[in-house]
């Protein structure tokens, strides 16, 4: 569900679906052709949703645009990511993947900033907003 409250996605096998909530009923919005969807993330606005589909080094991430219903880039990815995290201000995506490594990725231009490997595989990540850090348990 966007964090507006006034819409959702569904991942179906061969498209996602976007559905405005009504007071009675969803109405269908729009559809995007991504296929195999495996998680959705909404950004903290909810302008910007972050889709994963594809398995091991064919991995990426659709991000889509939910204010002008565009796709906006493909993020690729070299391994799985089991876990997507957006920055404070959802400029930015902090991407764990199962190769144990971090992955940090802009949003305007689709390039990867950095890469961090660890040498046990990354179980969480959260982002301490008023530090300005993130934090990792491997």
Known sequence: INPDGNSFMIAFEDKIRVYQILLT???FYAEFPIKRCCSIVYSHGGQLVACRYGRGINSCIAIINTLR????????IQSDP????????????????ESN????YTVA????????????P???VRID????????SA
């Open 25 to 27: 009923k969803f109405k």
């Open 69 to 76: 219903l565009v796709e906006v880039g493909v993020l690729k």
């Open 82 to 97: 089991h876990q997507i995290v957006w920055n404070e201000l959802d400029d930015e995506l902090i991407v764990a993947t």
């Open 101 to 104: 490594s971090i992955q940090l």
């Open 109 to 120: 231009d689709n390039n990867r900033i950095n890469l961090i490997r660890f040498d046990s």
């Open 122 to 124: 990354v179980t969480h």
């Open 129 to 136: 907003y008023k530090m300005r850090k993130i934090l990792v």
